[in-house]
């Protein structure tokens, strides 16, 4: 386990069901970290975000919250993230010893009347047209303006330059 000492706990429990996933195909339960579950009960959607030699190697995550706590939510898209994003072949067992893992907890998502009110280092963007949605997460490395991050949320959801679409922001609380 790398760096699980100086590790927040969403980070070591996302590290945890990733180990487990990658090398037994099991599902761990949130008490197998201590205090998790009093600590992280509340219900929130959460990203969890994988880096190989700080290249992106998987990120999946929930806009709204899907399971009953956070704890499982977060364990779910570590996972995910781990072995469902469709960029990346699955995380193997040699890979787990350098991989940094960061996860990001979805602040309450608020519509935005005007563009000022976007800042790609505070803000997340989720964008709407009908059944598509994008979502970028705030202080990406490469993203630097508003118009960056909402042409690459656009993109992710398959809505056109020029179309309508519904924008709102949202903050994380990021752990390392």
């Known amino acids: 386990m790398s760096g699980s000492g100086r590790e927040s706990d969403p980070v070591r429990l996302a590290r945890m069901a990733i180990e487990a996933w990658v090398r037994e195909g099991r599902v761990i339960s949130p008490n197998e970290l201590t205090d998790t579950v009093g600590k992280m009960s509340g219900r929130a959607g959460a990203f969890v975000s994988l880096k190989k030699e700080g ?53 309450e998502p608020e519509p ?33 303006t508003v118009d960056e991050q909402l042409d690459i949320a656009r993109q992710k959801a398959g809505i056109a330059p020029g179309e309508s679409m519904e924008i709102l922001r949202f903050q994380v609380e990021r752990h390392h």
């Not at 706590?69 to 040699?94: G, H, K, Q, Y």
């Not at 976007?118 to 970028?136: A, C, H, N, T």
């Open 112 to 144: 935005v009347s005007s563009l000022s009110q976007l800042d790609p280092k505070k803000y997340g963007v989720i964008v709407r047209s009908g059944p598509r949605v994008g979502l970028l997460l705030p202080d990406l490395e490469g993203v630097d």
């Open 55 to 107: 290249r992106l190697r998987g990120c999946i995550g929930t806009i709204e919250p899907t399971c009953g706590n956070l704890a499982e939510e977060i364990i779910r898209n570590a996972i995910c993230s781990c072995s469902r994003d469709p960029r990346f072949p699955p995380v193997s067992e040699d890979e787990l010893e350098g991989l940094e893992i960061s996860v990001d907890v979805l602040g």
